[in-house]
């Protein structure tokens, strides 16, 4: 009754009843079967009532009797989602604290970290509640993977600030299942759970059910991997027990596919689960999707994007489907299901796409093919991918739904924001706001992007900015400003736009960190978003987020950070950083050093200077001559204006002059410009560091950068050649011109004009465009002479209409610029009027020079002015009111002049093309003039300069002048309606000239084949007399089709012979540019013809080749040498011109005494093309003669020192435009003192290439050992990287600077070691910064390795005698105290607490008692008579007693020794200060007298003198300490002493005859070595005695001793040997090293052993690449080696390579011979039971036996390997098979002996019985056949 109360839930209050009620249960879910039971007893003629009203309802309908009955489809809505929604989602990205859930419809919902499940949101609580907390929280990551098919609810629905929906969910079982009980638990359902305990025989899972436990055993679970607490499973019932208390579960993937809800399992509306695999049949097909009955009675719907898209079309009423439950809704019990077959089997656990890498992207032309009206529309991308657009996404957020509108639409554009897995289709949007959208989601911002935003919301640690809907950012505290605010709420407030740059962004946490720190918004210099980007010498932008007294931490963009030491904050000495610097500050930082792979960051602020800034700012613009950019106006300047070219924001300048080639608008045009305005279609002209980049707005000079045809270096100048320049500057004695390229010549007077010129100034004006002739060129000086006449150009002779339109063009947009400033009234009445209009004005004043004044109603804010010419005959008088025509309008002075003569106000007359009339000069300026055209009333505009060098005639083009026009069209439309009028120039004299040259050559045709005449011989050319008499030109590459490399094409011909030739083309007299015939400037060329045999068509044109790569070859021609440049100019082809260095032209440093001699011009050489530079469609190759190409590391080049750098290195210049530094350890094998000082600049040498540190830099070394690999004399080995760096090894450095620190010696060019002071030197330095008196930089010093630290690249090193064998630094001259150490300093201390405790004591005895003791002492000395005989004490001895430090003093000695001692002693007495203070002298060489006979060494403990406390013992104090007194001993210590003394004697004999003990020193070693010199293990031994202590070197030493003697004989003791210098170097050396060894070893052994011992080597030593390509060499070079495929494949298989190990055997049964084949088969299967496949090893077992039954061996290895590996009914069927053999019965007998002792062991007695039984009957068997 319980469990119906909870399935079905009574409305209303529950009455009492008296009796029990009969309730009957039902399995099918029918309403009113259901309903029945639970509704309360009613009297009998009432419920006969209801029955019958019940029965005709159902009669009339009975389909709306069922209990979720569908009429419509619809997929699945937000609105329509309640909490409590069950529904099937897959995993789509999973965070830290959160996942994210694709649920169906493409709706997305979250899963919190604490909607797991119970067990594990408790272990969260408890490690929140305690942070020692001894259980590990697992992360999300682990418990649901992307892709993994879940079963969640909904659990909250809120809604957000902006108005948005938040969906959370729920993947807790008690939430999932809570409709089920214990008792609706059935075998077969599939549930799911999360993980609640771990347990040892499996794991205890929360199903969700109360009063359930539920239990996975480790052996049904799907992953061999263990599961953790909260793991999310999808699981299947197998057993269920106890009612439902107990279940047991399965995670097989295979039955879970398969595992199908049926109605056995008692599903109910109410129980029904999402993700339940159902068996439906189709009730109705709608055009929305499916209505489908299942379970019977259930009914259910698919909606259209569930269809399976193959069988969309042919679905029918009745067809039976299988579907996957993905939503019920438990309140009005709607079940959608899926048909898509990546739900149903074999799938439907883990989707294998689930994301999409396109969201974001916009598509254009998609088309919709299907319109839902209340779900959305599916749409078809142009590459057939399907996606699906949401009603609400299909219009904007307050437009109305019109769906006509859209399918009127032939193509859409859409843009992809979101991909459903569930439904594995993309979703799309049609909304314009969205598609426009620039930044859509987290991915599409960029660091170092400027965004703008407004203010979200303000914090105390910062301002969170809205960039859309759905991204939001966080402007630090320290980043609002760029000063710290400390009232941030005063300036910024909820709505404030704001502008910020991207510091960061975490797109997986989608975390926007902003600045609004002016200095890095507006930035020019390059950002550093990762150290990849902080190369050495680039500056940047960054913020001090740390101070201290060691130096600034700069942050950058991203998470890059530096640190600025202290000694790079300034150029002055920075004592207190604390005091100049200040979080938050914005810095410029220039990168010293950068280490991308440790992140660590070297920066400096006293190395940025302005130059680099410009450098920076500039580089990040592809630069290139003629490069058209737009720029915005940032600042203008008086000679011009600072602009920013877009969208690098890079920074730039226009000068003012270049704003026009009419230097009269120029200055209009910038006072028209204002900050912020964009100039489009601006070029580059030219870029330097100190200037920067400098652009044109020039006309013409933008059109010749365009056509390219400009030569780029003197060397291309040729006399003739027309260029167009600009007035750099005007002298005295002439006019300089400037051209592009940074090339300028000098017009002298007389060439300026052709005119006589007494005075240059007044002629040109700065920045006037000119045309110049080059007349003179001075090789030797790099200077040129142009000629500025008017009559020797013939270039832009006929552009006077063209610059006419572009000026008054100019003139027309500077009205606009001006006009369009605001609503001023000036502007607003000067822009509408223009020349000609007629106004009425009255007369006012009239002024000195006799212009009149007048007022305007049109122009009542502007100066209206009549010249005194333009008021002749006309009466003044103020008052006087007339009718004027307007000449000119000066916006800018807001000036209007016009013209008051009847003759001009007159009516206009038409005008006719090509009519001649005479034109009068009203007005003029230095470019133009307004004339009136005869007595027409027409005004118009003519230029006053044909050419753009003809100087102005005042006189003749003054007003009132008179001229000759023609007018070409009455009404122009390019001068605004205005007549185009054009007047004649009288020089033609050389017009006519040059048009007769035209002439001639255009009588040439393209392709045309003539007979010439050979005139002169030279080496690039051969110049031939044509036909008409005329001078052509034949090019050395047109000589021959493919010349000898080292021949003279030139030289076949000889004059006076007549050749066959095609015309190509021709080139410029110019510039020796080549042209085909139809070029415009073909009339001043030279013909050039061909000799070649290939024919052109004709019409054809000689095209350019353009499709050249780095590395080709090529056949030129040299021409010329530049001194200048160093540079060899060669020819390709006629069209085709290259340059070659002096690097790539020489190989060795003497060559280049002599670079002219080394190619004759005209000689055919072969090179390889280093690079192309285009300018424009012409281009010019980079040519090598040495083979080298390019740069890369290994290779051998010359160079040339650039600068010598002190204590630094070499900056050198490398070919091809390369830079290199090489530091002070890469200049030799051999450290020298002072190394930089063989080398001087401009010094050839040779350097090898190590690494690229940036574009165009490198890392060099001039290293003979580096050049020459065959070099082995090396003292100083390079040191590439801190591992060669070994502890206990000595090497050399150069000292790079001294501070409190300690000593840096620089070790390598990139390592860089520390000498505390203590390890310096054995002197004791009150001062330690006073060494450096006495050592100098750069100087060279001997160290020992103290200690390596990998990580931080520390090195300490020590440069004591005592470790280096070295002299100390400091001289002994000095007298300075010794430095006390380790043991000596502690003993030390602890002498001196004993002295002062005695003299406290002594303080009390008087001076003379003190006095008489040492006079008693002094008069007890006395000779000892007699002899001894000294005999040589061991090492061990000697050491043992320079340790000991008591001294003792013998008296009375019973052995009759005496021993005494002179000591001079000063003792003072103190009696103010209570203390007694002494100080010991030298003492004198102490005397030692023994009796006559008495043995050395049995007295030698005793004979230990008392001696005063060393010297070195105070050198280290400053303190002064009294004399220790001498202690007496007793006879009986003295005996004992004795004793021990023998004892140690005895104890030492007997080691030494012991021949098994090992040694223990060096002195050991040897005697021992002396003894057994061929021993290997001695050997090794006293190498691993060294190697303990640290000693490699040492170590090497006497491997290479025990070499060198060992005897020829003893083969295997030398491998031993080698061996153990192959491990050596493999822990402690290079790998080059290794190498060295290894190849010595090859060739002094056998060398397949040397092989097999260095892969051994390599193997245990996990260096497995290594190891496996020298066991590849060994294959190839030992391939007929057994051991050598069983070697191979040992290591294959303990690496799980079992694949490549059967290929390897597969190769060796090739190789080998067949009598090898079966050994090595078994061999390889034991090897697979022993490290490989069991199962695989038995099957090679049984492939050998069933071929070799016979041999006995391969079964006793088969049996033996089994019982270790396999199991006892494989052993016992094993020796079955062996026990049938047809061997001989001996053998049998051992196997049957095996078989027996085995059951022994594992059997029983049955089974040894067993096998007795058998042993009989195979004897019973051999006897039957023996008496057969």
């Excluded at 904050?569 to 914005?586: H, Y």
């Amino acid at each position: 009754m319980a469990s119906m109360e909870e399935d079905f839930p009574r409305g209303g209050a529950a009455k009492k009843t008296s009796g029990p009620k009969h309730v009957k249960t039902h399995d099918v879910d029918n309403l009113f079967e259901s309903r029945e039971t639970l509704v309360k007893k009613k009297k009998k003629k009432d419920v006969d009532h209801d029955e019958e009203r019940t029965r005709k309802k159902q009669k009339v309908d009975e389909e709306t009797l069922k209990l979720n009955t569908a009429t419509s489809v619809e997929i699945l809505h937000l609105r329509n989602l309640k909490i409590g929604t069950l529904m099937l989602g897959c995993v789509k990205e999973v965070s830290e604290f959160e996942v994210v859930v694709g649920l169906p419809s493409g709706l997305v919902g979250y899963l919190p970290i604490y909607n797991i499940c119970d067990s594990y949101t408790k272990i969260l609580s408890n490690r929140l509640d305690s942070e020692d907390s001894s259980e590990e929280v697992v992360p999300l990551s682990q418990l649901l993977t992307p892709g993994m098919l879940v079963r969640c609810v909904v659990s909250s629905l809120e809604s957000a600030k902006e108005g948005h929906v938040s969906l959370k969910v729920s993947v807790n079982p008690k939430d999932v299942n809570k409709v089920l009980s214990s008792g609706t638990l059935k075998p077969g359902m599939t549930l799911s759970g999360c993980v609640e305990s771990v347990e040892d025989h499996g794991y205890l899972v929360d199903i969700g059910v109360i009063g359930t436990k539920a239990f996975l055993p480790k052996k049904s679970i799907a992953s061999k991997q263990d599961l953790n607490v909260g793991q999310y499973l999808s699981i299947l019932i197998e057993e269920v027990k106890n009612d439902g208390r107990v279940v047991r579960l399965c995670q097989n993937p295979q039955v879970l596919a398969k595992a199908t809800a049926v109605a056995q399992h008692g599903w109910t509306l109410d129980t029904l689960l999402p993700g339940l695999l159902i068996r439906a049949c189709v009730k109705r097909v709608t055009p929305h999707g499916l209505i489908v009955t299942f379970l019977s009675s259930f009914t259910g719907v698919v909606d259209f994007l569930h269809l399976d898209e193959d069988k969309a079309s042919t679905y029918s009423q009745g067809q039976e489907v299988l579907a996957r439950v993905v939503h019920v809704e438990p309140s009005t019990r709607h079940v959608s299901l899926s048909l898509r077959s990546h739900l149903l089997p074999p799938g439907g656990a883990v989707l294998d796409v689930f994301c999409t890498e396109r969201i974001g992207e916009v598509v254009q032309g998609c088309k919709i093919t299907d319109l839902h009206y209340h779900s959305g529309a599916v749409i078809k991308m142009p590459d057939g991918i399907t996606a699906f657009v949401h009603k609400n996404l299909m219009k904007e957020p307050k437009e109305e739904f019109n769906p006509n509108h859209l399918l009127s639409q032939s193509e859409h554009s859409l843009r992809i924001v979101d991909y459903s897995p569930m439904e594995q289709i993309h979703m799309v949007t049609l909304r314009r706001s969205i598609i426009e959208m620039t930044f859509f989601r987290y991915q599409d911002i960029k660091v170092g992007q400027i965004i703008e935003g407004k203010v979200a919301d303000l914090q105390e640690h910062g301002v969170f900015v809205r960039i859309t809907d759905h991204i939001r950012g966080m402007i630090p505290r320290i980043h609002l400003a760029d000063v710290v605010l400390k009232n941030p709420e005063k300036m910024f407030y909820e709505g404030l736009k704001v502008k910020c740059r991207v510091l960061s962004m975490d797109v997986q946490k989608k975390r926007l960190m902003l600045t609004r720190k002016k200095a890095l918004v507006e930035s020019q210099l390059p950002i550093f978003q990762s150290y990849t980007d902080a190369k050495v010498g680039r500056i940047s932008h960054g913020v001090i987020v740390f101070v201290k007294k060691f130096g600034c931490i700069v942050r950058f963009f991203g998470d890059v950070k530096g640190l600025v030491p202290v000694g790079e904050l300034s150029t002055e000495r920075v004592e207190n950083p604390e005091g100049l610097f200040f979080i938050g500050q914005v810095v410029q930082a220039k990168v010293l050093r950068c280490d991308p792979e440790n992140k660590k960051l070297c920066l400096s602020f006293k190395a940025v200077t302005e130059g680099d800034i410009k450098v920076e700012q500039t580089e990040k613009v592809d630069f290139v001559i003629g490069k058209a950019v737009n720029v915005r106006v940032c600042r203008k300047v008086l000679d011009g204006l600072e602009v920013s070219i877009v969208p690098e924001e890079a920074p730039a300048f226009i000068p003012i002059v270049h704003l026009s080639d009419h230097v009269t608008n120029c200055l209009p045009l910038w006072m028209a410009l204002e900050e912020g305005d964009t100039i489009s279609n601006v070029m580059c002209l030219s870029k330097n560091k100190k200037k920067g980049i400098t652009l044109t707005k020039k006309p013409l000079l933008k059109a010749c950068l365009e056509d390219g045809n400009i030569p780029q270096r003197f060397s291309e100048l040729q006399v003739g050649m027309q260029m167009l320049g600009w007035v750099k500057n005007i002298m005295p004695y002439g006019v300089f011109i400037d051209f592009p390229y940074g090339l300028f010549g000098l017009a002298p007077k007389d060439a300026m004009a052709d005119q006589f010129i007494t005075n240059t100034s007044g002629i040109f004006e700065i920045g006037r465009s000119v045309v110049a002739l080059v007349t003179h060129l001075d090789e030797e000086k790099q200077r040129f002479l142009v000629s500025l006449k008017v009559s020797e150009l013939s270039l832009f002779e006929q552009g006077a209409r063209a610059r006419l339109i572009q000026g008054l063009k100019e003139r027309k947009s500077i009205y606009e610029m001006v006009s369009g400033r605001g609503e001023s009234e000036v502007l607003q009445q000067l822009s509408a009027v223009s020349l000609g209009d007629k106004i009425k004005v009255t007369v006012g004043d009239t002024r000195e020079d006799g212009s009149v004044t007048l007022t305007s109603d049109r122009l009542s804010e502007a100066t209206v002015l009549a010249s005194k010419s333009h008021t002749e005959g006309v009466n003044v008088t103020p008052g006087c009111k007339f009718s004027a025509v307007i000449l000119h309008v000066d916006p800018l002075k807001s000036e209007v002049q016009v013209s008051l003569l009847p003759k001009l106000i007159t009516n206009k007359k038409k005008l006719t093309k090509d009519s001649k009339l005479t034109a009068t000069i009203q007005y003029t300026d230095t470019d133009f003039a307004v004339v009136s055209l005869g007595d027409t009333g027409h005004l118009t505009i003519i230029p006053l300069k044909t050419h753009l060098n003809n100087i102005l005639d005042s006189k003749k083009f003054s007003v009132g002048s008179h001229m000759n026009v023609t007018v070409e069209d009455p009404s122009s439309e390019e001068l605004g309606g205005l007549p185009l009028v054009a007047w004649q120039h009288h020089d033609t004299k050389h017009k006519q000239s040059r048009s007769k040259s035209k002439g001639q050559s255009r009588e040439l045709i393209l392709g045309e084949v003539m007979t010439v005449t050979v005139k002169k011989l030279k080496p690039m050319n051969v110049l031939v007399t044509l036909p008409s008499g005329t001078t052509g030109s034949i090019h050395v590459s047109q000589i021959e089709e493919s010349p000898a490399v080292g021949s003279f094409p030139t030289s076949s011909l000889k004059v006076g012979t007549e050749v066959e030739a095609r015309v190509i083309g021709g080139h410029t007299v110019r510039g020796h540019n080549f042209l085909p015939i139809s070029h415009p400037n073909f009339g001043v060329s030279i013909p050039e013809l061909s000799l070649l045999p290939r024919t052109l068509k004709a019409g054809d044109k000689q095209s350019v080749e353009t499709n050249f790569t780095p590395g080709d070859e090529v056949l030129c021609f040299p021409s010329t040498y530049n001194e200048g440049k160093k540079m060899l100019e060669v020819d390709v082809k006629p069209n085709l011109t290259g340059t070659v260095e002096l690097f790539a032209m020489i190989k060795k440093p003497g060559q280049a005494n002599q670079p002219k001699k080394l190619f004759k011009p005209g000689q055919t050489v072969s090179a390889k093309i280093v690079g192309v530079s285009f300018n424009k469609n012409q281009p010019r190759l980079s040519l090598s003669l040495t083979g080298m190409y390019k740069l890369e590391q290994g290779l051998v080049t010359m160079a040339t020192v650039r600068k010598v750098e002190p204590h630094q290195g070499l900056s050198l210049h490398l070919p091809f435009e390369n830079w290199g530094f090489a530091s002070v350890t890469d200049l030799s094998d051999a450290y020298a003192d002072n190394p930089l000082e063989p080398y001087k600049q401009g010094q050839l040498v040779r350097c090898y290439i190590i690494e690229e540190l940036k574009e165009r830099n490198f890392s060099v070394s001039l290293r003979p050992s580096r050049l020459h690999k065959d070099k082995q004399d090396i003292t100083d080995p390079d040191i590439e990287s801190i591992s060669d760096i070994k502890e206990g090894q000595t090497i050399r450095g150069y000292v790079t600077s001294i501070n409190d620190k300690g000593i840096f010696v620089r070790l390598s060019r990139a390592i860089t070691g520390r000498v505390q002071f203590q390890h310096a030197t054995k002197y004791f330095m009150n001062d330690p910064k006073s060494i450096s008196e006495y050592i100098t930089l750069n100087s060279l010093v001997t160290a020992k390795v103290l200690s390596v630290n990998a990580e931080n690249s520390h090195v300490n090193l020590s440069l004591l005698s005592g470790d280096t064998g070295k002299p100390d630094l400091l001289p002994k001259s000095l007298d300075l105290k010794l430095r006390l150490t380790g043991e000596k300093k502690v003993k030390y201390d602890e002498k001196t607490a004993e002295r002062k405790r005695a003299l406290s004591e002594s303080q009390q005895q008087d001076d003379e008692t003190v006095g008489q003791k040492i006079k008693r002492k002094k008069d007890e000395e006395r000779p000892v008579k007699g002899e001894h005989t000294e005999e040589k004490k061991t090492l061990k001895e000697k050491e043992k007693k320079k340790k000991k430090k008591k001294k003792a003093n013998t008296e009375d000695s019973d052995s009759g020794v005496d021993v005494f001692f002179r000591e001079k002693e000063e003792t003072t007495v103190d009696k103010k200060c209570g203390q007694v203070k002494g100080k010991h002298e030298e003492t004198e060489q102490k005397r030692l007298q023994v009796t006559f006979g008495f043995p050395w060494e049995s007295t030698l403990g005793s004979l230990t003198p008392f001696a005063a406390v060393d010297d070195t013992l105070e050198s280290s104090e400053d303190e002064q300490e009294v004399t220790s007194k001498p202690v007496k001993k007793s006879r009986k210590e003295l005996k004992q002493e004795q004793q021990n003394s023998e004892q140690r004697l005895s104890k030492l004999e007997t080691e030494l005859m012991d021949t098994s003990a090992r040694p223990d020193s060096y002195t050991a070693f040897e005697r021992l070595l002396l003894s057994s010199p061929d021993s290997s293990l001695l050997w090794l031994q006293y190498m691993a005695f060294h190697l303990q202590a640290t000693e490699i070197e040492q170590a090497r030493a006497v491997a290479e001793r025990a070499l060198k003697t060992i005897s020829f004989r003893e083969e295997q003791e030398k491998l031993n040997v080698w061996v153990a210098m192959l491990n050596l170097e493999n822990m402690y050396g290079t790998p080059d090293s290794l190498q060295k060894i290894f190849e010595r070893a090859i060739q002094y052994c056998e060398p397949l052993p040397v092989y097999q011992q260095l892969a051994d080597v390599y193997a245990k030593s996990d260096k497995i690449k290594e190891a496996e390509s020298l066991y590849k060499n060994m294959v190839k070079r030992f391939r007929q080696e057994k051991s050598v495929y069983l070697s191979y494949g040992t290591f294959l298989l303990r690496q799980r390579q079992s694949d490549a190990a059967n290929a390897l055997l597969q190769k060796a049964l090739q190789s080998l011979s067949n009598k090898d084949h079966v050994d090595l088969i078994a061999k390889f299967a034991r090897l697979e039971f022993q490290y490989g496949n069991t199962e695989k090893g038995k099957s090679m077992f049984d492939k050998v036996l069933s071929t070799y039954p016979k041999r006995t061996d391969l079964w006793s290895v088969f049996i033996d390997l089994m019982v270790k590996h396999g199991s006892q009914r494989e052993v016992r069927e094993l020796f079955d098979r062996v026990i049938h053999l047809s061997v001989s019965v001996k053998k049998i007998k051992f196997f049957f002996k095996r078989y027996l002792e085995y059951e022994k062991a594992n059997g029983t007695p049955e089974t040894i019985q067993a096998v007795k039984q058998k042993a009989v009957e195979y004897v019973e068997s051999k006897g039957a056949e023996a008496a057969s």
